[in-house]
C-alpha cells in the first residue's frame, strides 16, 4: 500500500486522505477533477474494483479533511505491482480526460 500511496502522491489532481503513523492497505483519496463516483465507475469498466463510502462510514475523517466524497481502495499482500501501476496509470488518463 506505501507504494500505491507514493504513486498516487504523484498525480497533480489526487490527495491522499490516510491520516496517522501507521497505515494499512486501506488506501482513501480524492480528486479536484472528477467526482469520486465517477472515478470508481470508470475503474469497474477496467475490473478494478474500489469503493465511495459516504459520510456516515467516517464522519470524522469527512469533517477533519472537509471532503464530501472519497474513493477507497484495498491493496492487499496477492495485488502486484504491475496491478498498481495499472491502476495508477489508468487515473491518469481519466484525470487527463
Not at 456516515?56 to 479533511?65: A, K, M, R, S, Y
Request: hydrophobic share 35%; proline share 3%.
Amino acid at each position: 500500500s506505501q507504494y500505491f500511496r507514493n504513486e498516487l502522491s504523484n498525480i497533480p489532481s489526487i490527495s491522499l486522505l490516510d491520516l496517522g503513523d501507521k497505515k494499512c492497505g486501506i488506501v482513501s483519496f480524492y480528486s479536484d477533477q472528477k467526482k469520486c463516483t465517477e472515478i470508481r465507475a470508470f475503474l469497474e469498466t477496467n475490473q478494478i474494483h474500489v469503493s465511495t463510502p459516504g459520510r456516515t462510514g467516517n464522519p470524522v475523517l469527512f469533517d477533519q479533511c472537509g471532503i464530501s466524497q472519497l474513493v477507497r481502495a484495498s491493496v492487499h499482500y496477492f495485488n502486484t505491482k504491475e496491478e498498481i501501476d495499472k491502476m495508477v496509470d489508468l487515473l491518469k488518463t481519466f484525470l487527463r480526460a
